[in-house]
């Protein structure tokens, strides 16, 4: 199983991103962890785990005032 995280911009197209591929959720969850905020900083507003082709969850990247 491999996961990875796929970017989205405030549009909802894909953005640009890493293409990182984790071992584990836990390992793909950590490094969003460490690089959100510069993600974030690049434009990307939303990011997706996914895990092969099942898409695990959606998150925000912008804060809760945005």
């Known amino acids: 199983m491999a996961w990875s995280w796929r970017y989205e911009g405030a549009n909802g197209a894909a953005a640009e991103g890493p293409a990182e591929t984790f ?11 460490q690089t959100w905020r510069e993600l974030a900083a690049s434009g990307v507003t939303t990011v997706v785990l996914v895990e092969d082709d099942r898409v695990e969850y959606r998150m925000s990247l912008q804060s809760p005032a945005e």
């Open 23 to 33: 071992g584990s959720q836990a390992d793909a969850e950590s490094w969003i962890g």
